[in-house]
């Protein structure tokens, strides 16, 4: 596994440089069981991986690549997208893999799509059982990349009228696992038009974000 983590170091300073001789690398959304809809916004993270191609300098390859918390293959990806509405489950040895995936250098980021939270709180705990979610202030860097929110993490989908809430799980300093509360950043990253009521401004706010949270991740 240590192998395993220092390859995946490399990948993760390998693609964020902006050199055309730097081989392109895959994000993957994180494929899980327990029944949750763990494809819905199917078209967030191709969109985002296109605007941070566009805008900050990535090499992504284009389409996203679908991975499973238990495959090995998990660390051929320095990001993984966790997303969905409903159940999930994660057996004994996915959530040590995802353990071994996130302590060796990977990252994942959740963003409950509404109804995803009584689920996976619960699910990261076999994963990090000393580790608790905490709310990283406006001031944290993820916030403050090439995109400016000074507010912290902006409000793209309403559902019940709360505040969005950035919540990260830290090991030994580095943030693992970022999880987007009450925000439904993946909405925003959507083609234009999927939902009632989205706007343009919103849309260009939560793929801010996202670059944010990608150039964050690969420079942290």
């Known amino acids: 596994m240590k192998r395993k983590g220092l390859m995946l170091l490399l990948i993760i300073e390998a693609a964020f440089l902006m050199s055309p001789a730097v081989p392109s690398y895959k994000l993957a959304r994180l494929k899980y069981n327990g029944g949750g809809d763990w494809y819905a916004n ?12 566009k805008n900050i300098g990535t090499n992504f390859e284009p389409e996203e690549a679908i991975v499973e918390a238990g495959s090995s293959s ?31 250098g990977g990252f994942l980021h959740i963003d409950d799509n509404y109804g995803l939270d009584k689920y996976v709180r619960p699910q990261m705990k076999k994963v990090f059982p000393e580790l608790t979610f905490l709310e990283l202030g406006s ?15 902006p409000k793209i989908h309403e559902h019940d009228g709360k505040r969005s809430q950035g919540l990260a799980l830290v090991y030994k300093g580095r943030v693992v696992v970022y999880y987007t509360y009450e925000c439904d950043l993946g909405n925003g990253w959507e083609d234009y038009g999927t939902y009632p009521g ?9 793929l801010e974000m996202g670059a944010n949270l990608i150039q964050f991740v690969f420079t942290q």
């Open 139 to 153: 001031g944290h860097p993820i916030y403050n990349q090439k995109f400016n929110f000074p507010a912290g993490l």
């Open 198 to 206: 989205d706007s343009k401004a919103t849309r260009q706010k939560a």
């Open 42 to 53: 199917r078209t967030a993270l191709i969109n985002l991986i296109a605007f941070c191609n």
């Open 74 to 104: 998990i660390y051929n990806y320095p990001f993984v997208y966790m997303t969905g509405h409903g159940n999930v489950m994660f057996s004994d040895q996915e959530a040590k893999n995802l353990r071994s995936y996130l302590t060796g």
